[in-house]
């Protein structure tokens, strides 16, 4: 291969490559807060009616119980999952949007075209990546579980081979549904309120954005980013980890709930509007450091990237 067709090779992958690196290194340094959020998620539906402990109470219980390494119980599911998911919605969102924008020679896009943008990019990478949500979920309820109800998954692939054998093939796409919805207004709200809040920051900063923007210009977009991500996506991903996680009833037979809208309704019902945000604060603390540690790294990453194979 020459030198002109590598670089050519090079140039295409480097958002792919760099935002999948860059994911999954925040996903790594964010997992305890991850894992705290899905157990605060789950616990209205394990115990109902008792109020929901804080995130530094789950945390603490959870050292306490079961040391303090348990707080990355399920991470190399969390890795496996952006080297496929994250990796897939960065990439395809900028190569979406700069193919916008060349369209538009080559002027800045509107926010509804990075929103048709990110709900592309999101909806695909989900379809991608779903099987491995579903151990990162199982792998992070099976502790809450009664001893005798856990599924004592070894690590991610166990879970991936367990799940499809009892199962079957199907099971590693439960949810999928919600985990469209929750994958599109995540990046909806991430990527194209991030392209839209760069531009608006760096213009109260006067920012030039020549040489990219600033790095006051690119903390304030992602700390805009890390809210909205976490305010347009929760509802869907409190539904999605309510879906994955559930288990036939021993009795009867039967699922907690047969589907998205069965599952909305019975949250409105049981927990009220306010369920559907549970575990907020968790989620705002994962989605905000998530957003802006890859935000910001991503542009070391593709620095990087570019003097090694350019």
Not at 19 to 25: L, N, P, Q, R, V
Not at 67 to 74: Q, R
Not at 125 to 131: F, K, L, N, S, Y
Request: proline share 6%; with cysteine.
């Amino acid at each position: 291969m020459s030198d002109k067709q590598s670089g050519g090779l090079a140039k295409t992958l480097e958002p792919f490559v760099c935002g999948g690196a860059a994911a999954t290194f925040a996903s790594i340094v964010i997992h305890p807060i991850d894992l705290a959020k899905v157990r605060m998620q789950l616990y209205g539906q394990l115990n109902p009616g008792k109020p929901v402990p804080s995130f530094p109470t789950i945390i603490s219980n959870m050292v306490k119980s079961d040391g303090p390494l348990s707080v990355y119980k399920g991470v190399d599911a969390a890795i496996g999952r952006q080297m496929v998911y994250g990796t897939a919605r960065i990439g395809l969102h900028r190569k979406i949007s700069d193919l916008m924008q060349a369209r538009n020679d080559g002027q800045p896009i509107s926010f509804a075209a990075k929103t048709l943008s990110g709900m592309a990019s999101g909806s695909i990478a989900v379809c991608i990546g779903t099987p491995f949500d579903i151990a990162l979920v199982r792998l992070q309820a099976d502790g809450m579980a009664k001893p005798e109800d856990r599924r004592n998954y070894k690590n991610v692939f166990d879970a991936l081979i367990r799940t499809s054998k009892e199962e079957g093939v199907g099971a590693l796409y439960k949810g999928l549904a919600p985990n469209v919805l929750r994958g599109m207004s995540m990046n909806v709200g991430m990527m194209a309120c991030y392209d839209q809040a760069k531009e608006v920051v760096a213009g109260m900063l006067n920012d030039p954005m020549t040489n990219g923007p600033s790095l006051p210009t690119r903390l304030g977009a992602s700390a805009t980013a890390g809210f909205t991500a976490a305010l347009f996506s929760l509802p869907f991903d409190l539904i999605k980890s309510r879906l994955m996680a559930q288990k036939p009833d021993p009795l009867t037979g039967e699922m907690p709930y047969k589907g998205v809208l069965d599952c909305a309704m019975k949250i409105a019902r049981s927990e009220g509007p306010v369920g559907f945000f549970s575990g907020f604060s968790a989620y705002y603390g994962r989605c905000a450091p998530h957003a802006m540690i890859i935000l910001l790294s991503i542009e070391s990453i593709t620095n990087f990237y570019k003097n090694t194979f350019y």
